[in-house]
């Protein structure tokens, strides 16, 4: 999908300060680990992050001029992160939702009664701003 070459472009657009981007740029890794800590960043709302929406994901990777990237992220967002179809198609009464990068250790679980109590307040609140590709926090 989205070339890590422009990691740094992204993680300006994305309001990460160019000082949090040296820091990622000293450790350890190639461009690859950059991005994906710079994702990491911007997740946690370092420095003048404020939102962390797919559709801002998508408008920092259009500016950084992968235009293909960008109209690439709304079909790959709705396949790989429905949580209705998780849900639907699996028999798992629990899942795993944290892994640590580091130790890949499991960090947490959510049980399918928490998911779908989720889902139902999404549907009951009809909000443009609570989407299935919404973060959840429990």
């Not at 990691?7 to 990622?24: D, F, P, R, S």
Request: with cysteine.
């Amino acid at each position: 999908m989205f070339g890590p070459v422009s990691w740094e472009q992204l993680g300006l657009a994305l309001g990460i300060y160019i000082t949090t981007l040296n820091v990622i740029e000293k450790e350890k890794g190639d461009s690859t680990d950059y991005l994906r800590k710079t994702l990491q960043q911007w997740l946690n709302k370092v420095d003048k992050v404020k939102d962390t929406r797919w559709p801002t994901l998508i408008k920092a990777v259009r500016s950084t001029g992968d235009n293909a990237a960008a109209d690439r992220m709304p079909n790959a967002i709705k396949k790989h992160s429905s949580l209705r179809k998780l849900v639907r198609e699996s028999n798992y009464f629990e899942y795993q939702c944290l892994l640590s990068n580091e130790t890949q250790l499991l960090e947490g679980f959510l049980t399918r009664k928490d998911i779908m109590t989720s889902l139902e307040l999404i549907d009951a609140r009809k909000n443009e701003d609570v989407t299935e590709e919404s973060r959840v926090f429990f």
